[in-house]
């Protein structure tokens, strides 16, 4: 078996893929958090809060769609050029939601509204997306060395940029942070545009629109949830404790984020597989192949969640500074979380390539009423430590609900069989 992974240039290109981008993230927060200071990088995360929630919707309006129907396209030249319009429409109406909304946020924290600001943010957003976009398309097709030259464009030279201002002692203002952000996003994008194939043909826009919709009618509103479920409690976070205290959760995020090398690599390889075995083969060939990833999965992650969970100190100490020793606890809070956060892709993943993306938005439903409910008295009362809990819930909660309904599908697809 691990010959046979060996071997497969492709898939390992797939693997350096990741290691490439969640290294590269992992250094760079590291690097930006030590330039910027704890103030400007909790400014830093709560806007990208922002951005990571117009991103849940942007893989549910396109690219899970997108990786789940590429296999089934007769004319894939032709789909390309439709749900190339989708991702610009889209794109448009991300930057006019995204403006006010942030202009809202600065209002109700009583904020200067700093416009430079708002513009440099929108242009990270937009080149965010669209880079991302055509990283999608690589890895959709296969063609993982691309990919890895994208991301290697766009994340490997960010890092020696960062790098060079760290070891020269420059000041940087948050404003500059995004505008190297935008600067090396829109060089991996040109990459991308000039390999990019697609077939303009009458109707194609229609066509794409309509098999999307079927997938993401209920991935969308999913998305919305999860903002008001699972992700609830860091944004309420950012009001009621503060922007440095989400500074805090996202540097102790990015430690745990160390292991999204397998999860990124498993989000972007799953849809395809799952719909390919689906496809060609059967329903229980699905199955088999979703338990077997879920259980190895299971038990490698928690092996090495172990391992940070007893280190966790020690490794704030040696990447952060002395001082951050003392919120080691958040990241054995994080440990149990990513744990249940490798769960859901493969759940996920199960439930778009049967069609059965309705249960994802019951159980998200479910989850955000009981979020709502829950994460003022756990933040005014247990701080930093409710929203772990809370965090942790939710995750729970949302697996517990997904799988029950899932269960019996599976026993009902079996019994008809």
Request: hydrophobic share 55%; charged share 15%.
């Amino acid at each position: 078996m691990i010959n046979k992974i060996l071997k497969n240039k492709d898939f390992n290109w797939n693997i350096v893929d990741q290691a490439v981008v969640s290294g590269s993230n992992f250094l760079n927060i590291i690097i930006i958090a030590r330039i910027l200071g704890l103030e400007q990088f909790g400014e830093l995360s709560v806007l990208w809060l922002f951005i990571l929630f117009i991103n849940s919707l942007h893989m549910a309006t396109i690219i899970f769609p997108m990786m789940s129907l590429v296999p089934k396209q007769q004319e894939l030249l032709a789909y390309f050029s439709g749900v190339y319009k989708l991702q610009f429409i889209f794109l448009g109406l991300s930057v006019l939601v995204s403006f006010f909304t942030v202009f809202w946020y600065f209002q109700i924290q009583n904020q200067v509204i700093d416009f430079s600001l708002i513009i440099s943010f929108l242009l990270v957003l937009i080149t965010y997306h669209m880079q991302d976009y055509y990283r999608k398309y690589f890895l959709v097709l296969q063609k993982y060395f691309d990919a890895f030259i994208i991301d290697f464009i766009s994340y490997i030279l960010r890092i020696i940029i960062f790098l060079y201002i760290l070891f020269s002692d420059l000041e940087l203002s948050l404003i500059q942070v995004f505008i190297i952000f935008f600067i090396t996003y829109s060089l991996g994008i040109i990459y991308g545009a000039q390999k990019y194939k697609y077939e303009r043909k009458a109707n194609s826009f229609k066509e794409t629109y309509l098999q999307h919709w079927e997938l993401s009618k209920w991935l969308i509103p999913s998305g919305v949830m999860q903002w008001s479920s699972v992700n609830l409690y860091i944004v309420t976070a950012s009001i009621i404790l503060g922007p440095v205290a989400v500074g805090i959760i996202r540097l102790i995020q990015n430690i745990i984020g160390a292991l999204n090398v397998v999860l990124l690599a498993i989000e972007n390889f799953l849809p395809t597989k799952f719909s390919a075995l689906y496809e060609r083969e059967s329903f229980d060939s699905l199955y088999t192949y979703f338990k077997k990833v879920s259980i190895i999965g299971l038990i490698g992650l928690s092996v090495f969640a172990l391992f940070l969970s007893l280190f966790s100190s020690d490794l704030l100490t040696l990447l952060y500074g002395k001082e951050y020793s003392q919120y080691g606890y958040i990241m054995n809070w994080y440990v149990f979380i990513f744990i249940f956060m490798f769960l859901i892709v493969p759940l996920r993943g199960m439930l778009r390539t049967i069609n059965e993306t309705k249960i994802w938005f019951t159980a998200y439903m479910i989850t955000s009423l009981f979020s709502l409910l829950a994460f003022y008295p756990l933040e005014k009362e247990f701080g930093i430590n409710g929203v772990m809990f809370g965090i942790l819930s939710a995750h729970v909660l949302l697996i517990g609900i997904t799988w029950h309904k899932l269960k019996k599908i599976i026993r009902i697809r079996f019994e008809s069989n």
